[in-house]
Structure formats: structure tokens, C-alpha cells
């Protein structure tokens, strides 16, 4: 399975502040880049995504930077609130057509958000 | 609207039994289905999905099984369980191939194999 390295494991970031966290994948076939949210004992929820022929995508709050030379994506959090508090996953597939797209999801990100 | 159901959402069972855990999705048709299991304070590993009827492709060697009797059907099983198999499982789905990618999950199942 082709891998997607996230960064950091965990943060914790003041109520208003900006969190920031890093993927980085290695197939450069990849053509979908989402991220997932997830609350304790839930499943993980679509937050946002990107493919690779833009270079950011902003919803809300919420923001998506993709350096496709480097490699990476980063999903950014702007006037971090204590309700964003979760585990946050970037994710990045393939779709050949005729079949499933598999999403191979980084380890995830445990944000704290304090008040 | 499309929604997805899994269920039972907690499940203690002991080692050497049988294990069944069902996920169907309403609302659409020919969906793709997977079958994720998440590790305490670990990520997402994929362990099958599924295109169609009786379409089944496992993506890791394991005590488990998947079956999808019904489009909109998915069941995960195994005859014998062991500890190992302990997790959150997740089922999901995905548009059919016309090049809709997200993903929607259920809720999720907690297996503890005691």
C-alpha cells in the first residue's frame, strides 16, 4: 500500500490560533487528497479536499495547501475553536477508471484546541 | 439523501467465536463498499472492498472475511476471532465509477475480543 506521512502525531493550539498539519505521499499518481475529521467513537467525516491541478482550496475556516512538486498537502485550521478538538486524517487515492477508488489514509493528527 | 448504516456498534465477543458485523447504505445505487479497521490511536487500514455483487478484493491476509449478498449490502465475518482482531471497524462508500471519490463512513463498530 503507498504510503502518506502525516505530521505531527498530536498538537495543541489556543482558542483563535492557527493549527497547521503536514502530508506528504509518495505516488505521484495520486489524484485526490481529502481530509477526514473524527470525533471519539465516530466515524471519520469529509472535511475538505483537493486535486492535484489546484494549488489551495479554502472552505470556511478550513484550508487545503498542495505543493504538488514537493509532494505535500496541508490542511490549515484558521481561529482554531475548542470544538474542533479531534483527530484529524489526510487521505490520497487513486481512481483508474473501472474500479474502486482506495483511499490510503495518514496515521492522524490528535488536536487539542485550549481555551 | 444517501446515508449508511453499521451496526452493532459495540460488540465484546470471545476468542473462538464467530463474528458478523453488517453495513448497508441507502439512497443510491452500485455503490463501491469498503471495510476499514482502525487501531487504537492508529490510522485507517483498508481490509476489503467491494464494486458489485459478489465483488470481494481483500487487501490484507487475515481471520476475516467480507461478503455483499444485496447492491447495498456489506457484511464482514470470521469464523474463529482472536484477540488480535480486536478494533473499530468501519465501513464505507463511495460513489459507482463515474468519478465521485469521497467517501462517507458509518458510525462504526467497536470489537473487543476478550
Known amino acids: 500500500q503507498q504510503q502518506v506521512k502525516q505530521s505531527p502525531q498530536s498538537l495543541i493550539v489556543q482558542k483563535g490560533g492557527i493549527s497547521i498539519i503536514n502530508c506528504a505521499y509518495e505516488?505521484?499518481?495520486?489524484?485526490?487528497f481529502p481530509w477526514y475529521q473524527q470525533f471519539p467513537g465516530k466515524g471519520p467525516a469529509l472535511l475538505i479536499a483537493i486535486r492535484p491541478d489546484v494549488s489551495e482550496k479554502k472552505e470556511g475556516r478550513f484550508t487545503i495547501s498542495f505543493n504538488k512538486s514537493a509532494k505535500q498537502f496541508s490542511l490549515h485550521i484558521m481561529d482554531s475553536q475548542p470544538g474542533d478538538s479531534a483527530t484529524y486524517f489526510c487521505a490520497a487515492s487513486i481512481s483508474p477508471a473501472g474500479t474502486a477508488s482506495k483511499l490510503t489514509f495518514g496515521t492522524g493528527t490528535r488536536l487539542q484546541v485550549t481555551l | 439523501s444517501q446515508t449508511i448504516h453499521q451496526w452493532p456498534a459495540t460488540l465484546v465477543q470471545p476468542v473462538g467465536s464467530p463474528l458478523s458485523l453488517e453495513c448497508t447504505v441507502e439512497?443510491?445505487?452500485?455503490?463501491?463498499l469498503y471495510w476499514y479497521r482502525q487501531a487504537a490511536g492508529r490510522g485507517l487500514q483498508l481490509l476489503f472492498y467491494s464494486v458489485g455483487i459478489g465483488q470481494i478484493s481483500s487487501e490484507v491476509p487475515q481471520n476475516l472475511s467480507a461478503s455483499r449478498p444485496q447492491d447495498r449490502q456489506f457484511i464482514l465475518s470470521s469464523k474463529k476471532l482472536l484477540l488480535s482482531d480486536s478494533g473499530f471497524y468501519l465501513c464505507a462508500w463511495s460513489g459507482p465509477r463515474d468519478g465521485s471519490y469521497g467517501y462517507t463512513f458509518g458510525s462504526g463498530t467497536r470489537l473487543t475480543v476478550v
Open positions: 505516488n505521484t499518481a495520486f489524484d485526490y
Open positions: 439512497g443510491t445505487s452500485n455503490p463501491n
